[in-house]
């Protein structure tokens, strides 16, 4: 199975070119912007952070009262749950005196337990804050790795986490690999592999099966 992901990998890579992700200038905007995107797609967050910009610092989003901000970050729908998720995520972070260097230093796993402990963290918005703020390699599994391996052939189990295993057992543990998988595959399945997907001329045309259904 080794192959097949690095072989997928190495496709993307050479058709797409690096990502270079998160779209974000400081760990602590990408970590904000990954609970915003939660059932949105990227413009409206994009909409939202031009907003909550002038106010991005941990002890600003700290002090200011929950219904501003929820007015603020309006944009990415579902405003109102998403300020109480950034408030109980700055709630933890104030812990670590907003140090990101600090919270590196952790064990994956042991910070990966804490943020699934915050309300409103679910695995997917986890691990991107492991990956894209704290520099841990790990896979990210969202409905696009879903679906472009599924169309591919592999029958992934179902679970996140049996998903994610698949794939971490099968490549190495290079925080750069991870960084760029990820970001390659959200690229593919909005350039490729759609809904409904453009085979002709996929770079991974000669190795999928194309199941669509
Ligand atoms: S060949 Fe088609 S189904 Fe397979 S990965 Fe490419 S776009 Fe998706």
Same mark, same amino acid.
Request: net charge positive; aromatic share 12%; charged share 25%.
């Given at each position: 199975? *080794?192959?097949?992901?690095?072989?997928?990998?190495?496709?993307?890579?050479? /058709?797409?070119?690096? *990502?270079?992700?998160?779209?974000?200038?400081?760990?602590?905007? #990408?970590?904000?912007? $990954?609970?915003?995107? !939660?059932?949105? %797609?990227?413009?409206?967050?994009?909409?939202? &952070? &031009? *907003?909550?910009?002038? /106010?991005?610092?941990?002890?600003?989003?700290?002090? #200011?009262?929950?219904?501003?901000?929820?007015?603020?970050?309006? $944009?990415?729908?579902?405003?109102?749950?998403?300020?109480?998720?950034?408030?109980?995520?700055?709630?933890?972070?104030?812990?670590?005196?907003?140090?990101?260097?600090?919270?590196?230093?952790?064990?994956? %796993?042991?910070?990966?337990?804490?943020? @699934?402990?915050?309300?409103?963290?679910?695995?997917?918005?986890?691990?991107? #804050?492991?990956?894209?703020?704290?520099?841990?390699?790990?896979?990210?599994?969202?409905?696009?790795?879903?679906?472009?391996?599924?169309?591919?052939?592999?029958?992934?189990?179902?679970?996140?986490?049996?998903?994610? #295993?698949?794939?971490?057992?099968?490549?190495?543990?290079? @925080? !750069? @690999?991870? %960084?760029?998988? /990820?970001?390659? &595959?959200? !690229?593919?399945?909005?350039?490729?592999?759609?809904?409904?997907?453009?085979?002709?001329?996929?770079? &991974? %045309?000669?190795?999928?099966?194309?199941?669509?259904?």
């Amino acid at each position: 199975m *080794q192959h097949r992901f690095q072989s997928i990998y190495d496709r993307l890579l050479d /058709h797409y070119g690096p *990502q270079s992700w998160w779209p974000a200038d400081t760990p602590f905007e #990408m970590m904000i912007g $990954s609970i915003l995107v !939660q059932n949105t %797609n990227w413009r409206n967050v994009n909409k939202a &952070l &031009l *907003q909550l910009r002038p /106010h991005l610092e941990p002890v600003l989003i700290d002090k #200011m009262p929950i219904d501003k901000l929820a007015q603020i970050i309006r $944009s990415s729908g579902f405003f109102n749950i998403k300020a109480k998720r950034i408030k109980a995520f700055i709630d933890w972070f104030k812990d670590y005196d907003y140090d990101i260097g600090q919270l590196k230093k952790k064990d994956k %796993n042991q910070l990966r337990y804490e943020l @699934l402990k915050i309300n409103g963290i679910g695995r997917e918005t986890a691990d991107v #804050m492991l990956l894209y703020a704290f520099h841990k390699p790990i896979f990210v599994v969202d409905a696009y790795a879903r679906r472009i391996f599924y169309r591919i052939g592999f029958d992934m189990p179902t679970t996140y986490d049996g998903f994610r #295993m698949v794939v971490e057992k099968a490549l190495p543990s290079d @925080l !750069q @690999l991870y %960084n760029e998988y /990820h970001a390659l &595959l959200v !690229q593919h399945a909005k350039e490729h592999c759609k809904s409904s997907p453009i085979c002709k001329g996929c770079p &991974l %045309n000669t190795i999928c099966e194309q199941r669509l259904n």
